[in-house]
């Protein structure tokens, strides 16, 4: 009985994800958070974006980045470009007051003519680390601190690049029903 119930474990622990999900392909659970949030190693696949870059005040964030998503997606709809996936915000830099982002929209395909106005990138396809958070971006520090306290206390090489994927539109979700996922990208490991 035993053994019947690690190798169930074992299966559900590292399972392919939802069919629906165009960019997680495989997710393992590694451990959790003091709060009891899941921490998962995922796989990500490539994929065509198009990008918005952005910087501003840190404590703007929250509605500023809504609104520049809105104003890709209205681009890429008047160019009749379709959108595979919900919106993506790689962070490149922050600091307590700043920060340097890309708003990445996936893309079905990639144009084959590119158009001028929007920039075109490929998506990161690898490991990362992930966490759920729940609740208002303004509290999204918190689940961060989590993340990094993991990945401090773990063994991991982790990019300079955090990636926040909007499961929820914050344009339009009230703030304690947004679910935004968190990525740390890994750096190869053999």
Same mark, same amino acid.
């Not at 009985?1 to 165009?22: E, G």
């Not at 700043?98 to 490991?127: H, M, N």
């Not at 609740?135 to 090489?157: A, H, I, M, N, S």
């Given at each position: 009985?035993?053994?019947? @119930?690690?190798?169930?474990?074992?299966?559900?622990?590292?399972?392919?994800?939802?069919?629906?999900?165009?960019? @997680?392909?495989?997710?393992? @659970?590694?451990?959790?958070?003091?709060?009891?949030?899941?921490?998962?190693?995922?796989?990500?696949?490539?994929?065509?974006?198009?990008?918005?870059?952005?910087?501003?005040?840190?404590?703007?964030?929250?509605?500023?980045?809504?609104?520049?998503?809105?104003?890709?997606?209205?681009?890429?709809?008047?160019?009749?470009?379709?959108?595979?996936?919900?919106?993506?915000?790689?962070?490149?830099?922050?600091?307590?007051?700043?920060?340097?982002?890309?708003?990445?929209?996936?893309?079905?395909?990639?144009?084959?003519?590119?158009?001028?106005?929007?920039?075109?990138?490929?998506?990161?396809?690898?490991?990362?680390?992930?966490?759920?958070?729940?609740?208002?971006?303004?509290?999204?520090?918190?689940?961060?601190?989590?993340?990094?306290?993991?990945?401090?206390?773990?063994?991991?090489?982790?990019?300079?690049?955090?990636?926040?994927?909007?499961?929820?539109?914050?344009?339009?979700?009230?703030?304690?029903?947004?679910?935004?996922?968190?990525?740390?990208?890994?750096?190869?490991?053999?």
């Amino acid at each position: 009985m035993r053994l019947v @119930v690690a190798a169930l474990f074992m299966a559900l622990a590292c399972f392919p994800v939802c069919a629906d999900d165009k960019l @997680v392909v495989a997710a393992e @659970v590694l451990g959790r958070t003091p709060s009891d949030l899941p921490i998962e190693r995922v796989r990500m696949k490539a994929m065509p974006v198009a990008v918005q870059k952005v910087e501003g005040q840190l404590a703007d964030a929250p509605k500023d980045l809504p609104k520049a998503i809105n104003a890709l997606k209205a681009k890429l709809g008047a160019k009749n470009i379709e959108i595979a996936d919900v919106p993506l915000v790689e962070f490149k830099t922050a600091t307590e007051k700043t920060y340097t982002a890309s708003i990445l929209l996936p893309l079905v395909e990639r144009p084959k003519e590119p158009d001028q106005g929007i920039e075109l990138d490929q998506f990161y396809g690898g490991k990362a680390l992930r966490i759920t958070h729940k609740g208002p971006l303004e509290k999204l520090e918190d689940t961060y601190f989590e993340l990094q306290t993991f990945v401090e206390d773990g063994d991991f090489e982790i990019q300079d690049t955090t990636v926040e994927r909007y499961l929820t539109d914050p344009s339009t979700t009230a703030p304690d029903d947004m679910v935004t996922e968190v990525y740390l990208l890994l750096k190869d490991q053999k």
